[in-house]
């Protein structure tokens, strides 16, 4: 399985942007996670490959928007009203079986090189 996540650069506060996750091989849950300077890696957001399941971190729902597209092998995180707490690397990851622990960063097999986000104030 491998992983590429792209999308990501400089934007102002209040802009959006949207990253993408493009991946070879059947997965079972696609996840964003981010990690700013000096912090933990967290969890941003995931989707099962179904797309009938979608999560988000309090900290981005109403914000952030995760959606896939099988025929493209591609999940999609859109990011509007981008604060400047949001500037972080952000790495898409997936998850090859159940059960599906989204929002622990172990539960994944496969991680991405990682894109950086920065939102300026």
């Known amino acids: 399985v491998q992983l590429q996540a792209c999308g990501g650069g400089l934007v102002q506060a209040g802009g959006s942007l949207r990253l993408s996750c493009v991946v070879s091989?059947?997965?079972?849950?696609t996840g964003w996670f981010r990690q700013a300077p000096g912090k933990e890696r967290e969890f941003v957001a995931a989707?099962?490959?179904?797309?009938?399941?979608?999560y988000y971190a309090e900290s981005v729902k109403g914000r952030f928007t995760i959606s896939g597209d099988n025929a493209k092998n591609t999940v999609y995180l859109q990011m509007n009203s981008l604060k400047p707490e949001d500037t972080a690397v952000y790495y898409c990851a997936v998850d090859l079986r159940r059960p599906y622990y989204y929002a622990q960063f172990e539960s994944y097999d496969y991680w991405g090189q990682g894109t950086q986000v920065t939102v300026s104030s």
């Open positions: 091989g059947r997965t079972y849950g």
């Open positions: 989707i099962t490959r179904s797309g009938g399941n979608t």
